[in-house]
């Protein structure tokens, strides 16, 4: 299992506590992180054959969004991208699994 910061993460703002609880939501549901950052905005990321676990380093390195893949390897590895932007105070989540549409939207 990668290192990947949990026991401790570093929060500038509260944009960043929700991110992470909306990342610790996927955890708590038997998926794993394949891609964070700026290498999940690749175009072909959710088609990507990897489902190897990475740690969540520079997950918060972007100042308004956040943006995670995850597989879950009890459901045949399907992926799930989520993308998380702030505006207006608010978090807009928006999940896409792999093969499906239209995404979920959520605004907290």
């Known amino acids: 299992m990668a290192d990947d910061g949990v026991a401790s993460p570093s929060f500038r703002n509260d944009a960043d506590k929700i991110g992470f609880a909306v990342h610790g939501a996927f ?18 990321v959710i088609d990507s054959p990897s489902t190897n676990e990475v740690g969540i380093d520079n997950w918060n390195q972007f100042e308004d969004h ?43």
């Open 66 to 108: 956040y943006v995670f893949v995850y597989a879950n390897p009890l459901k045949g590895c399907s992926k799930v991208l989520v993308k998380c932007l702030v505006i207006n105070g608010k978090l807009l989540v928006d999940a896409l699994a792999r093969g499906s549409s239209p995404p979920v939207h959520l605004a907290i």
């Open 27 to 44: 955890l708590s549901s038997g998926f794993v992180l394949t891609t964070v950052g700026p290498h999940a905005l690749a175009d072909n």
